[in-house]
Nanobody, 125 residues
Framework: QVQLVESGGGLVQLGGSLRLSCVASGRTFSNYDMGWFRQTPGKERTFVARISSNGGSTLYADSVKGRFTISRDSAKNTLYLQMNTLKPEDTDVYYC??????????????????WGQGTQVTVSS
């Protein structure tokens, strides 16, 4: 079992920055890949970013590439998402997720076995 708790969401102005955190507990943090997804109410949850278990490999959705950075700190069992140059279209609930080996396709919801409760990010114009 893996428990995930996100924090760091809030209200920010156009062009601002936020850093989301996701604290993991349960299984050894460095043994699994992790991702961030986001969701607008009534719409499908979509892929934002993914990081490998050792932090050496990252993937991003085209819509956030160059603006968002995913990272992890194994000493703190924490996943991060640094979000810069925020736009109103980044307004969503953001979820962290854990992909326990064997790994699946990075962008699929079904690849990830464990999910956090979500944190709201609102970007005002």
């Amino acid at each position: 079992q893996v428990q995930l708790v996100e924090s760091g969401g809030g209200l920010v102005q156009l062009g601002g920055s936020l850093r989301l955190s996701c604290v993991a507990s349960g299984r050894t943090f460095s043994n699994y890949d992790m991702g961030w997804f986001r969701q607008t109410p009534g719409k499908e949850r979509t892929f934002v970013a993914r990081i490998s278990s050792n932090g050496g490999s990252t993937l991003y959705a085209d819509s956030v590439k160059g603006r968002f950075t995913i990272s992890r700190d194994s000493a703190k069992n924490t996943l991060y998402l640094q979000m810069n140059t925020l736009k109103p279209e980044d307004t969503d609930v953001y979820y962290c997720a854990a992909d326990i080996p064997p790994n699946g396709l990075y962008y699929r919801l079904s690849t990830y076995e464990y999910w956090g409760q979500g944190t709201q990010v609102t970007v005002s114009s």
